[in-house]
């Protein structure tokens, strides 16, 4: 309706309006359910006002009073804008005012910290010291570019090499826990056929000599990367042979591998329990090891049941003593079954797996002081640090403001050659990863498509392309890339190696698939643009960056109002930074990237005025790209007859010819299901942080704006809907540190529904965006 209606700029005074709509012309009961609707919008406007903790609809103190000429109207229509006649509400006003207080300084002028995850110096500690052979020492040396470990590896390498007890391996993001495992497992795995001196041993190990180890890793990404360190590391062995098994590949060929003989395997946790289950040749008489890596990551994915199966099964599988060749392995290997858990961060779920897979295990952390505390339960403040060089900020931005605010932000951020080279954006959910690459890339081929000669990677082409909004003159190419668990293995692997191995900027919009050990050393930034569902996940997202002692920055977007709270339970005392000074720096200069072909980009180049003013003719280009028709028979060729069928709107059938209602343009469609899938995460952050992600808060149509929409769209979930309807009456809506009152009993009563709603909801969600695909189960 207001998408391409009238202009209205009027003052509309404090009380809601209430007027009479009539409606007229088609089926009665249409008519009847349109005139609800509307009485509905205006009693929920009237509540709206009595409502104690909805964000104050406020006019800010500064930015509109440029951008608006006329504060106190509801709409305001830029110049532009009325030229076409579209009806658009301004970014500036309306607006919820911060309570943080902010920080003067901007990010990159603030103190960096002495790094707490770096290597070693050499000077003071060497591999060799260790216990690692001379030969494992030099290979690090030499051929990775390692002289020292880092402070896990040398609290971790003497106990695993030594002593055949269970470990718990718990440290900062990018400190090296791979490496602290690994190398003590190829060390003494080597020692079945080389001598302490170096020289060989008469019984020589090779492929076909047992499986000695097996690491579990969550996400088929991370199995990939942990096969390839492991890989780098067999070059001093290549008598030893690792191997992966995990979703998305073909099970045939895993088979086959299986059969050649493997002495490390990598797996995702379902896909081994398969293998288990399924393939004979796969026999685990002479594991000696069972590392689990990001263990709390599996627990919370709902892996419980196959890594108790996976343990029970190794577990009751006889020890050998040697193996069918007579290679003894008693003496050298573990005289028992050793599992090493590890991860940064460390919950309830994961003293659960604690008791399902350690025995008496030894806690090992980066910090001497905390070696010496005893069990393997640790101080969950030292779970939840980032390291500490990593410069964090908060950029608090009101719902209708985080695009242009996101967009300014990466614009700024490649605005000089060479001052950032990656960086990664954290979104909620698949759908709204998929809806902001389509906005954000340019409508330019690649390269590699357009030229005949090169063999483009035709995994890539969907989810690789330029970036227009955020190049510059100087970085002129900056490639956008994204990544969620809803595409096929091939693609993201090809996708991951595009921006790993890119040497232009790159920037990958993501779901938490990626979170996890991921370990890509160029990226410089990381953008939390949605919250992490829990505050454990936030450290590993952020943890993609400041890796191994490099520097590194990352940003949450939080909005006026309960949000702003959750600041409060970061560990590095983020910045605060105010919004208006990112949109200042990120349109000092207009973008000059677009096509400079198209109405939009003459529309944006035009604009040489006030860095509000860019923001605001930047967001109506996306609205009105949204808008546009798409090209005849456009996306009628992505809907089945089905669907097309369901277009034609009256007369039975939708026979009607006259009636058919062309489809929407395929951007369109997906800022709405981005929308909705997004609204449906955020009911679907963990219960004790719920306070600070309260849905009953949001204001869907200023949140709708942030997706280039002029209005929210329906069909978001009536349980959610219904529950914010209900507080919203009930006046009992919780703000961050507040209590319940007037209500607590139906709260209690409501909240273990609500919960298993939720819960379902959280599972279904996962299954969408992550987890179902991540591990591949079939
Ligand atoms: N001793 C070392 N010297 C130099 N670089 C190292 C050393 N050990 C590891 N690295 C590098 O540090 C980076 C991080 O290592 P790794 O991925 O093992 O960290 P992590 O602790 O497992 O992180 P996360 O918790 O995020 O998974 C890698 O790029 C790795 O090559």
Known sequence: MADDGMLLNFELGDTPLTTQVKFKGGRWRDRVRAQKNVKRGQDSAADDSNRPNKRLRTVDHDGPKTANPNPSSAVWVPSHAMKTGQVTSSLFTSNPTAVTNFDEIPLEESEPAKPSNAPLSSEAESFLSLGLSRRVAQHL???????????????????????????????????????????PIVQRIMALSVNEDGTPKAQKVHRNSGLFAIILAPTRELCKQIAVVLEKLLRCAPWLVSTTVIGGESKHSEKARLRKGVNILIA??????????????LNVGTVRWLVLDEGDRMMEMGFEDDIKTIVGKIRADKLLKENGEGVVLEGVLPSRRVTVLCSATMKMNVQKLGEISLEDAVHITASKSDMEDD???????????????????????????RLVTLIALLKSTFARKGSVMKAIIFISCADSVDFHFDLLKSPILLETDKDDDAKPNIHIQGTVAPACYISSPANPKVLLHKLHGSLAQPVRTATLHSFTDCKEPAVLITTDISSRGLDVPAVELVVEYDPAFAVADHVHRIGRTARAGRPGKAVLFLLPGCEEGYKSILSGAPLAQRYESILEKGFATPITSLPSTSAEGATLESEKQSWTSRAEALQLHFEQRLLAKPASGANADEETPKKKGAWAKGGKGGKGKDNIKPPDDPLLVSARQGFRSHIRAYATHVREERGYFDLTQLHLGHMAKSFGLREAPGGIGG??????VNKSHAGAGKSSGGNHKGGDDDDDAGGAVDEAARKRMRDKMRSVMNAASEFNLG
């Open 141 to 183: 040396a030499n051929k990775l570019e390692m002289k020292a470990p880092t402070a896990i590896q040398k609290n971790t390498i003497p106990q695993l090499v030594k002593e055949d007890s269970d470990a718990f391996l718990q440290a900062e993001t990018g400190s090296g826990k791979t490496l602290a495992y690994l190398l």
């Open 719 to 724: 349980g959610v809907m219904a529950r914010k």
């Open 375 to 401: 069990g393997a339960k640790g101080s969950s403040e030292a779970a939840f640090s980032a390291p500490s060089q990593l410069k964090q900020s908060v950029i608090v931005t009101p719902a209708k403001l």
């Open 268 to 281: 995702t946790p379902g896909r081994l329990t398969d293998h288990l289950d399924n393939t004979e040749v």
